[in-house]
């Protein structure tokens, strides 16, 4: 099992820049691919950014590409979401997932098997 603890969200005006963090606990997090996903209110929740297990591969929404970058560091059990030039539309509670790493990284959330509790992200226009 694993246990996974974000932060990093807030307020920020439109065309401002936020880095969320996720801290993960428990067993090896290189065992683990890592996603974001976000969910606003009345809609499901979305597939945002994901990496594999060794950091070597990562895929992107098109909604955020070239503007959120996943990243992360095996040593500090940590992935990241850098997120620029940020738009009222990506107002969200963004939340962090793990996937064990012998199944193959899917956008869906059915595919994560590990979530965190949620960080909220508002960008005002």
């Known amino acids: 099992q694993v246990q996974l603890v974000e932060s990093g969200g807030g307020l920020v005006q439109a065309g401002g820049s936020l880095r969320l963090s996720c801290a993960a606990s428990?067993?090896?997090?290189?065992?683990?691919?890592m996603g974001w996903f976000r969910q606003a209110p009345g809609k499901e929740r979305e597939f945002v950014a994901a990496?594999?297990?060794?950091?070597?591969?990562?895929y992107y929404a098109d909604s955020v590409k070239g503007r959120f970058t996943i990243s992360r560091d095996n040593a500090k059990n940590t992935v990241y979401l850098q997120m620029n030039t940020l738009k009222p539309e990506d107002t969200a509670v963004y939340y962090c997932?793990?996937?064990?790493?012998?199944?193959?990284?899917?956008?869906?959330?059915?595919?994560?098997?590990?979530w965190g509790q949620g960080t909220q992200v508002t960008v005002s226009s």
């Open positions: 997932a793990a996937a064990n790493r012998g199944v193959v990284l899917t956008t869906h959330t059915r595919g994560w098997n590990y």
């Open positions: 990496i594999n297990w060794s950091g070597g591969s990562t």
């Open positions: 428990g067993r090896t997090f290189s065992s683990y691919h």
